[in-house]
T-cell receptor, first 112, second 112 residues
Framework: EDQVTQSPEALRLQEGESSSLNCSYT??????LFWYRQDPGKGPEFLFT???AGEEKEKERLKATLTKKESFLHITAPKPEDSATYLC?????????????FGAGTTVTVRA | DTEVTQTPKHLVMGMTNKKSLKCEQH?????MYWYKQKAKKPPELMFV???????INESVPSRFSPECPNSSLLNLHLHALQPEDSALYLC???????????FGPGTRLTVT
């Protein structure tokens, strides 16, 4: 069974204090790894898709990287508006139904 | 435009009521999804439609009945719900079932 573990559960940062979120996964062949941002009471917002080890993607202050066992979401010089829950999800190559397996998320709070 | 719309935003219903949730996208996506999300938990997949045909039903109780009238619309019919069904119901869509999913803002459902 696919497993996705995100750490830490919660992260409190000072504005400008860069940090990284971790997403470890166990899957029988990775089709794709997805990062989402979710604000309280709202739907997840798509950020990135990563397909193969070594791949990197950037968007503003966010950078996602992928290895064979984990993905990192780096937040550079965060601002208060980066406060959100960040969700990681994997899609297995062997899965016939292409379901996403989500991690529990990391809640990031950025203080001004 | 990557917008998925959902109505209503909030819904309060009694256990004997019948109500429907509506989801719409105009991105030409051919896969549409219903998720249920409880507080501080990741989204849980309920149903997947691919090319307007139900392709995944995650053993959801029959009091939830999905419908896909056309490629842009997805409904979720609710009947005889239980208080534990109170949650944020999210709709999502993707170009294909293997692609990144775009989520709507959700419907906050409260069952009294």
């Amino acid at each position: 069974e696919d497993q996705v573990t995100q750490s830490p559960e919660a992260l409190r940062l000072q504005e400008g204090e860069s940090s990284s979120l971790n997403c470890s996964y166990t899957v029988s062949g990775l089709r794709g790894l997805f990062w989402y941002r979710q604000d309280p009471g709202k739907g997840p917002e798509f950020l990135f898709t990563l397909y193969s080890a070594g791949e990197e993607k950037e968007k503003e202050r966010l950078k996602a990287t992928l290895t064979k066992k984990e993905s990192f979401l780096h937040i550079t010089a965060p601002k208060p508006e980066d406060s959100a829950t960040y969700l990681c999800a994997v899609q297995a190559m062997s899965s016939n139904d292409y379901k996403l397996s989500f991690g529990a998320g990391t809640t990031v709070t950025v203080r001004a | 435009d990557t917008e998925v719309t959902q109505t209503p935003k909030h819904l309060v219903m009694g256990m004997t009521n019948k109500k429907s949730l509506k989801c719409e996208q105009h991105m030409g996506h051919r896969a549409m999804y219903w998720y249920k999300q409880k507080a501080k938990k990741p989204p849980e997949l309920m149903f997947v439609y691919s090319y307007e045909k139900l392709s995944i039903n995650e053993s959801v109780p029959s009091r939830f009945s999905p419908e896909c009238p056309n490629s842009s619309l997805l409904n979720l019919h609710l009947h005889a719900l239980q208080p534990e069904d109170s949650a944020l119901y999210l709709c999502a869509s993707s170009q294909k079932i293997t692609d990144e999913q775009y989520f709507g803002p959700g419907t906050r459902l409260t069952v009294t």
